[in-house]
T-cell receptor
Framework: RKEVEQDPGPFNVPEGATVAFNCTYS??????FFWYRQDCRKEPKLLMSVYSSGNEDGRFTAQLNRASQYISLLIRDSKLSDSATYLC???????????WGAGTKLIIKP | ETGVTQTPRHLVMGMTNKKSLKCEQHLGHNAMYWYKQSAKKPLELMFVYSLEERVENNSVPSRFSPECPNSSHLFLHLHTLQPEDSALYLC?????????????FGPGTRLTVL
């Protein structure tokens, strides 16, 4: 089983729609969780951290379900500029290491 | 220059060549990282440096040799690479070493080994 699993997609979504995707992780001891965004041929950038109580940043909502070991990302009123690959990231047992998912590709269509 | 810069952006090398990748961070961070990103695969952490000291080495083959002369610069020396080493090599930095803080990435070096 992969340490962090994501549906690779692509998710093809019309502009203005709501889209959600999940990420499952295997290490029940993971303490910190993040969503990074990576545009085509660019570097990853932090989108948002994921807190236990769930958190929202504008059109983006992240949730954590520790019991089922998954995190989710919801994007409302999607924009063309939201097209990117979304990387799920969790902490490992190591003091220095993040465990990265392979990403979910999102394509917003006009 | 701002953020994290990497040179060269593209590199093509033969299996017998020796080359180096350079990374520089202008953020005053204390930790720097090398990652490998292959197509449709997760980022793989290669090395972590904290205040110029290597603190993590993830079973990386010896044909990859990192060097951190100071907290702003990080190099990855390459020699006798294999075609399967072709990938995007990303450098990142964070305020402190450790997984909880945001990591800032450079644009990467796209490496092709012939």
């Amino acid at each position: 089983r992969k340490e962090v699993e994501q549906d690779p997609g692509p998710f093809n979504v019309p502009e203005g729609a709501t889209v959600a995707f999940n990420c499952t992780y295997s290490n029940s001891a993971s303490q910190s969780f993040f969503w990074y965004r990576q545009d085509c041929r660019k570097e990853p950038k932090l989108l948002m951290s994921v807190y236990s109580s769930g958190n929202e940043d504008g059109r983006f909502t992240a949730q954590l379900n520790r019991a089922s070991q998954y995190i989710s990302l919801l994007i409302r009123d999607s924009k063309l500029s939201d097209s990117a690959t979304y990387l799920c990231v969790v902490t490992s047992d190591s003091n220095y290491q993040l465990i990265w998912g392979a990403g979910t590709k999102l394509i917003i269509k006009p | 220059e701002t953020g994290v810069t990497q040179t060269p952006r593209h590199l093509v090398m033969g299996m017998t060549n020796k080359k180096s990748l350079k990374c520089e961070q202008h953020l005053g961070h204390n930790a720097m990282y090398w990652y490998k990103q292959s197509a449709k695969k997760p980022l793989e952490l290669m090395f972590v440096y904290s205040l110029e000291e290597r603190v993590e080495n993830n079973s990386v083959p010896s044909r990859f040799s990192p060097e951190c002369p100071n907290s702003s610069h990080l190099f990855l020396h390459l020699h006798t690479l294999q075609p399967e080493d072709s990938a995007l090599y990303l450098c990142a930095s964070s305020q402190e070493p450790g997984p909880a803080g945001e990591q800032f990435f450079g644009p990467g070096t796209r490496l092709t080994v012939l």
